[in-house]
């Protein structure tokens, strides 16, 4: 693993081209366009010319892809109402044209500045999503960045056929600071980075099932992981749904009376809490099916 | 006094059963069977109620062929919490807006109407997947109303509401929210909810036109002309 090639310290840009087959990649509504949000401007909010989302084309391991990356860096990866249409216009394209389409997430959720506008633009691609499993056209969210993936665009991930992420990738619709307000400090430390991260992060979804993959934090292993998905597909069925009702069920009677992050890994088989907290996605992965 | 279960539903409303202030059930619009679900009060969804109303959806799947379904939201959103998110909410939400996908794949109608508090969460993890969205005028959609937008974004509320008055999107409301596309119609407390109602479900179709309204209203200018643009640009 190259240390410039961390993942969860890419770029948008620098993600998309370290994943994808060198030169393939065609970017759609690039910044030279200016495709930008018309209401930071009337805040005194500086504007990105992309709007926060890169969009594309490429090929992957020779496979097209359409791609969607998010922009951490502005104003927090948040989906404004262009930002929310680019999103939903590619995956609307994936469904029309039956090609995969990958979502590298890194988003708080819905841009507050541009209010309800976003709200709508993420159920919007919302909709999007399921018009391509209806398709089977496969859907793979990658989250791997620190902002992880909140709010609205937390839902939507969970819309997707399948999630990787990182053991940097935090997954979930309340952020940490707003459960601390609500519930208080004693109840929840949002500034205690292990808690948080065990709490949302990628290794504890990835031992409930709500990341199908725990990827390395380098584009190699989260492009190795996205090529092993791109050939299938999750399809909604009574079968899927039910077995899905169960499974929901279970955890939360089980686990619904806890607060504690390592009581789940050690009921879900983790022997050594110590050990696999700091092992790599790979050992972990690992210790996970050794159970 | 009518509940607003009975103005929806007159007679039929018995067959809702509410509990926890989440509303399941079956009832009639029209003469014709429908599946009920929803919040009322208020309340907060949380991993349990998207549960229970996921249910609700699969029986209906399984049991009740093609009935429309009609969802009610009265809810302020998901109460943060430290189990809730540990166990994964926004998976429990996903699977909600699976099983209501399902039921469209299966010819189910979905009808949402908005009664109450719409707001941020709690309107994008049911209400929101609607194939026609309607509001009463008394309801409160929106993402948040503007005094919360200032606390978080630290833009003083005087410039706030200023701003919404030309950009609705910023304002709180069944009827700017309808501006933007989000709310097909909104019912006025004079309405016929029943007559109101059954119109819904006859002309829902399962195609996503909140862009196209949008823009045709004039609240959400850009949204369908980017998207658009997008679909052009990969078709070339």
Redesign the interface.
């Known amino acids: 693993m190259s240390c410039s090639n961390l993942f969860h310290e890419q770029t948008a840009r620098q993600r998309i081209a370290s994943l994808v087959d060198p030169g393939s990649f065609t970017e759609?509504?690039p910044p030279p366009a200016r495709?930008m949000s018309?209401?930071l401007p009337?805040?005194d909010i500086p504007v990105s010319f992309d709007d926060g989302l890169v969009?594309g084309?490429a090929k992957l391991g020779g496979t097209p892809v359409?791609l969607a990356a998010q922009v951490g860096q502005f104003v927090g990866g948040a989906v404004g109402?262009?930002h929310?249409?680019?999103l939903?216009?590619?995956i609307?394209?994936a469904a029309?044209?039956s090609i995969p389409c990958v979502f590298i997430a890194e988003s708080g959720g819905?841009r507050?500045?541009?209010?309800?506008?976003?709200?709508?633009?993420?159920?919007?691609a919302?909709?999007?999503v399921?018009e391509c499993?209806?398709k089977r056209v496969p859907t793979i969210a990658v989250i791997g960045a620190d902002i992880g993936a909140y709010?609205?665009m937390?839902?939507l991930?969970?819309?997707c056929d399948f999630r990787i992420m990182t053991e940097h990738g935090r997954?979930?619709?309340?952020g940490p600071i707003?459960?601390e307000?609500?519930?208080g400090k004693q109840?929840?430390d949002s500034s205690d980075r292990a808690l948080v991260w065990k709490?949302?992060g990628g290794k504890?979804?990835f031992l409930?099932g709500?990341a199908d993959v725990l990827a390395n934090d380098d584009a190699a292993s989260v492009g190795a992981a996205i090529k092993k998905l791109l050939a299938k597909s999750a399809p909604?069925?009574?079968k899927?749904?039910?077995a899905?009702?169960q499974e929901?069920?279970r955890?939360?009677k089980t686990?619904?009376?806890?607060?504690d992050?390592d009581a789940?890994w050690t009921a879900l088989g983790i022997a050594d809490v110590a050990k696999a907290t700091l092992a790599t996605a790979t050992e972990f992965t690992a210790l996970a099916k050794k159970k | 006094m009518k509940t607003p279960l009975e103005k929806l539903f007159g007679k039929s409303a018995k067959g809702v059963v509410v509990k926890d202030k989440l509303m399941v059930g079956y009832a009639e619009v029209g003469g014709q069977e429908v599946c009920v679900f929803g919040t009322c009060d208020g309340t907060y969804i949380d991993?349990?109620a998207a549960?229970r109303l996921?249910?609700h959806v699969?029986d209906c799947?399984?049991n009740h062929r093609k009935a429309p379904i009609i969802m009610l939201v009265d809810s302020a959103g998901?109460?943060?919490?430290?189990?809730a998110?540990?166990?994964?909410?926004?998976?429990?939400?996903?699977?909600l807006?699976?099983?209501l996908?399902?039921a469209?794949?299966n010819g189910h109608k979905l009808i949402t109407v908005a009664t109450g508090k719409a707001i941020?969460?709690a309107?994008?993890?049911y209400g929101?997947?609607g194939d026609r969205i309607d509001a009463l005028e008394s309801a409160s959609?929106?993402?948040?109303p503007i005094d919360a937008?200032s606390a978080?974004?630290k833009?003083p509320v005087p410039?706030l509401t200023k701003?919404s008055r030309t950009?609705p999107?910023?304002?709180?409301g069944a009827k700017?929210?309808a501006l933007?596309?989000?709310v097909e119609e909104v019912w006025s407390d004079k309405d016929d909810y029943g007559a109101k109602l059954a119109a819904a479900v006859a002309s829902a179709t399962t195609d996503?036109n909140?862009?196209a309204l949008?823009k045709k209203r004039g609240g959400?200018?850009?949204?369908?002309?980017?998207?658009?643009?997008?679909?052009a640009?990969?078709?070339k």
């Not at chain 1, 507050?112 to 709508?120: F, K, R, T």
């Not at chain 1, 686990?255 to 607060?259: D, L, S």
């Open positions: 759609f509504l495709v018309p209401y009337q805040l969009i084309r359409y109402e262009v929310g249409a680019k939903t216009g590619i609307k394209a029309r044209d819905v507050l500045h541009e209010g309800s506008s976003g709200e709508i633009a993420i159920s919007e919302m909709r999007a399921f499993r209806a709010g609205g937390g839902i991930t969970t819309c997954l979930g619709i309340s707003v459960i307000k609500w519930m109840a929840y709490t949302s504890t979804k409930l709500d909604v069925t009574i899927s749904v039910k899905r009702q929901l069920e955890r939360l686990f619904g009376k806890t607060t992050p789940i | 991993n349990d549960l996921a249910a699969i799947i399984e998901q109460e943060p919490n430290r189990t998110e540990m166990l994964g909410l926004a998976s429990y939400f996903g699977h807006l699976s099983c996908q399902l469209r794949q941020g969460g309107f994008i993890c929101m997947f959609v929106g993402l948040m937008m978080v974004t833009i410039i701003l950009m999107s910023l304002e709180f700017p929210f933007l596309g989000g996503d909140r862009a949008g959400r200018k850009l949204a369908l002309d980017v998207r658009d643009r997008v679909l640009e990969t078709a």
